[in-house]
């Protein structure tokens, strides 16, 4: 029941690889940034014991999905419709999407914009937000002056790739470990703007308990093949996205819905997200904090993760809740 498949669909103009599991209602899980499908290896074995088809894709430009060439084939309304024609290609009208860091946007804007696809929406680390005043990059040059911020460093095609694809299993050790509650403490310093981006980042003696070698392996070989090009020209359209989205601002997400992450997760370093949070999501839940787990949720807490994951499921389907 628990087994994990692999297979290749067309969605949205592109061949999307997908890892599987189970049968029953529709799950969409939805990576981050530097993943693939393997983040949620923990989770889809247990959302198919519970009864659920698990559909977990490596998203556009990641691992053996098509990496198209052109950086504005990467908006959040392309990585929208690739989602929404995988629920097509699977057969299905309808599906709860899970999403986790990039992912999450994904995650968010596809509730938003089609409710009547995505009946619910569970997301981790980065919370739903209305949209900004003006473009994201010019408020980050601001705010961050003279000191080095990744997202603006990842802006000029060629620079990052030239850095984290120099030593790709270096790359996502130190990224991997000092992101995560292990590592978080003794890692993304001010550092000034000529700072490349492992720079803020620590070299660990030795893998988290969560990460054995083996997934590294994993990780670094998806990596190698593949690059960072697809991945990064996320983050070349956020100011794009911005200028596309005006149509939706003031908008709400109106489906049940569900936040998870860990309180060393650097990305809820702003005071007061959940208050904004819930502002846009009148019907979130609950908001699960793991203590101690850094940015990697499902990674780091993956008993944690399913456990809140089945008992939201559950509870829009009518099944047993999920024991802890």
């Known amino acids: 029941m628990g087994e ?26 939805c990576h981050g940034f530097p993943e693939s499908w393997y983040s949620w290896r923990h989770q889809l074995p247990a959302l198919a014991a519970r009864g659920y088809h698990a559909v977990a894709p490596d998203q556009r430009g990641y691992g053996r999905t098509d990496a198209p060439a052109d950086i504005t084939s ?27 860091d990039w992912g999450a946007p994904v995650a968010w804007n596809a509730a938003m914009w089609r409710p009547d696809i995505f009946r619910a929406v569970v997301g981790m680390s980065v919370p ?55 590592g978080i403490e003794n890692a993304f310093g001010r550092l000034p703007k000529t700072a490349g981006f492992l720079d803020q980042m620590t070299e660990p003696e030795a893998l988290p308990d969560w990460l054995t070698e083996e997934d590294l392996d994993y990780f ?7 690059g960072f090009r697809g991945g990064l020209n996320w983050y070349r359209n956020i100011d794009r996205n911005w200028e596309l989205s005006a149509p ?3 908008r709400r997400i109106e489906q049940p819905a569900l936040f998870i992450t860990g309180d060393r997760d650097l990305t809820l370093a702003m005071p007061g997200y959940e208050e904004r ?48």
């Open 220 to 226: 670094t070989d998806e990596f190698q093949r593949a």
């Open 248 to 250: 939706f601002a003031g």
């Open 277 to 324: 949070m819930r502002a846009v999501v009148p019907n979130l839940g609950e908001v699960v904090t793991f203590a101690g787990i850094g940015h990697w949720t499902q990674q780091e807490n993956p008993e944690g993760t399913n456990a809140a994951m089945l008992d939201f499921l559950d509870s829009l389907d009518g099944q047993e809740s999920a024991t802890t």
């Open 74 to 100: 990467y908006t959040q309304f392309h990585l929208v419709g690739d989602i929404v024609g995988l629920v097509r290609a699977l057969g299905e009208d309808q599906a709860v999407i899970v999403g986790h």
């Open 128 to 182: 739903a937000t209305d949209r900004p005043h003006g473009a994201p990059t010019a408020f980050m040059k601001q705010r961050f002056g003279d000191t080095f911020f990744y997202m603006l460093y990842f802006q000029t095609p060629g620079v990052a790739e030239h850095e984290l694809q120099k030593d790709v299993r270096r790359t996502l050790r130190m990224l991997l470990y000092s992101a995560s509650g292990a």
């Open 4 to 29: 994990i498949t692999h297979r290749t669909v067309e969605t949205n103009g592109i061949s999307m690889h997908i890892a599987e599991a189970g049968k029953g209602p529709l799950v969409i899980l």
